[in-house]
T-cell receptor, first 116, second 114 residues
């Protein structure tokens, strides 16, 4: 079974629209970390956020916000007022205490196209 | 801080030859390094985990004799694709971890086998 599921394969929005990227995870560990990474066409992974399983507070960083809900095992990512530069593939990832947090499980990624 | 480099960024090689990819942590010592493979439009798949001075641990389905990993120092790990074939063409990404379990990713190496 997939440990991290990103059901949205590709999303297209027009600039200035808000967009939410979904991430659902599965783990038996009580201690784990969740991540979001951005991968622009150049291929380099850009770290966006790390959240541990004990911190359910939502986070906002500029136009980015994250909603962590353990009850639904979801860690969704919202971009407000999207811009063309936001176009990229976004990956959600999970690491677990069982593997000393070393093993990253990546979702399949969501490709975001922001059109001018 | 926490910069990881990979060399080369792109490589084209002929089928049957071997190619070596280097992964370096530039400003920190990495207790553990990881190698991922990413096929076009797919996710990153962990290939192996290596600790300095010991043998790498390979994920299920990854041929250890084909993908040789050497982690000679706390700042350098190498991945050698031996007898490369076109199906080995992929984007290879390394990451390095410190003792606080953060992983820092390299920029990736695009391998094309002709």
């Amino acid at each position: 079974a997939q440990k991290v599921t990103q059901a949205q394969t590709e999303i297209s929005v027009v600039e200035k629209e808000d967009v939410t990227l979904d991430c659902v995870y599965e783990t038996r560990d009580t201690t784990y970390y969740l991540f979001w990474y951005k991968q622009p066409p150049s291929g380099e992974l850009v770290f966006l956020i790390r959240r541990n399983s004990f911190d359910e507070q939502n986070e906002i960083s500029g136009r980015y916000s994250w909603n962590f809900q353990k009850s639904t095992s979801s860690f969704n990512f919202t971009i407000t007022a999207s811009q063309v530069v936001d176009s990229a593939v976004y990956f959600c990832a999970l690491s677990e205490a069982a593997y000393n947090f070393n093993k990253f499980y990546f979702g399949s990624g969501t490709k975001l196209n922001v059109k001018p | 801080g926490a910069v990881v480099s990979q060399h080369p960024s792109r490589v084209i090689c002929k089928s049957g030859t071997s190619v070596k990819i280097e992964c370096r942590s530039l400003d920190f010592q990495a207790t553990t390094m990881f190698w991922y493979r990413q096929f076009p439009k797919q996710s990153l798949m962990l290939m192996a985990t290596s600790n300095e001075g010991s043998k790498a641990t390979y994920e299920q389905g990854v041929e250890k004799d084909k993908f040789l990993i050497n982690h000679a120092s706390l700042t350098l790990s190498t991945l050698t694709v031996t007898s490369a074939h076109p199906e080995d063409s992929s984007f290879y990404i390394c990451s390095a971890s410190t003792s606080n379990y953060e992983q820092y990713f390299g920029p990736g190496t695009r391998l094309t086998v002709t």
